[in-house]
């Protein structure tokens, strides 16, 4: 497991550069507005921090017995794979709150409080920050 951390945060490290490199050819920014490269870069810049740290843990640290939960890794991946199909239906607000709700059942999470606040919490962040500030546009479906 220690060789196989550490030689994928090396190509998680090398992958980050690369892409990085690539972004550097995008147009500038314009005055004071930022330029389209901006947010990929800031995302690239958080995954080589990630490939160094798993490379840092890796290195120095011992590493815990790997455990795989092949059951819920699965349920994971379908639930997502449930969650991009429903999202032109449904809309993008009301599958990220089914979603969001399966992903807590999922972990077994107890508190009736959580399935509501934490949805609903999420849901209105994006819909502040991305679709009022930002002005994205989200997929609409049938109810939103």
């Given at each position: 497991?220690?060789?196989?951390?550490?030689?994928?945060?090396?190509?998680v490290?090398?992958?980050?550069l690369v892409?990085?490199?690539?972004?550097?050819d995008?147009?500038?920014?314009?005055?004071?507005?930022?330029g389209?490269g901006?947010?990929?870069?800031?995302?690239?810049?958080?995954i080589?921090?990630?490939?160094?740290?798993?490379?840092?843990?890796?290195?120095?640290f011992?590493?815990?017995?790997?455990?795989?939960?092949?059951?819920?890794?699965?349920?994971?991946?379908?639930?997502?794979?449930?969650?991009?199909?429903?999202?032109?239906?449904?809309?993008?607000?009301?599958?990220?709150?089914?979603?969001?709700?399966?992903?807590?059942?999922?972990?077994?999470?107890?508190?009736?409080?959580?399935?509501?606040?934490?949805p609903l919490?999420?849901?209105?962040?994006?819909?502040?920050?991305?679709?009022?500030l930002?002005?994205?546009?989200?997929?609409?479906?049938?109810?939103?």
């Amino acid at each position: 497991m220690k060789r196989a951390n550490i030689i994928i945060s090396l190509l998680v490290i090398v992958f980050g550069l690369v892409a990085y490199w690539y972004t550097s050819d995008f147009p500038g920014s314009s005055g004071s507005e930022t330029g389209p490269g901006f947010m990929p870069k800031i995302f690239i810049i958080i995954i080589i921090i990630l490939g160094i740290s798993l490379l840092i843990k890796s290195i120095f640290f011992e590493n815990e017995k790997a455990t795989l939960y092949k059951k819920r890794i699965a349920i994971f991946i379908l639930l997502f794979i449930i969650y991009n199909i429903l999202i032109p239906i449904l809309g993008f607000y009301v599958t990220s709150i089914l979603f969001l709700i399966s992903l807590l059942w999922m972990n077994n999470i107890k508190k009736l409080v959580y399935f509501f606040f934490v949805p609903l919490g999420v849901v209105t962040f994006i819909f502040i920050f991305f679709q009022t500030l930002l002005k994205v546009p989200l997929p609409t479906g049938v109810f939103l």
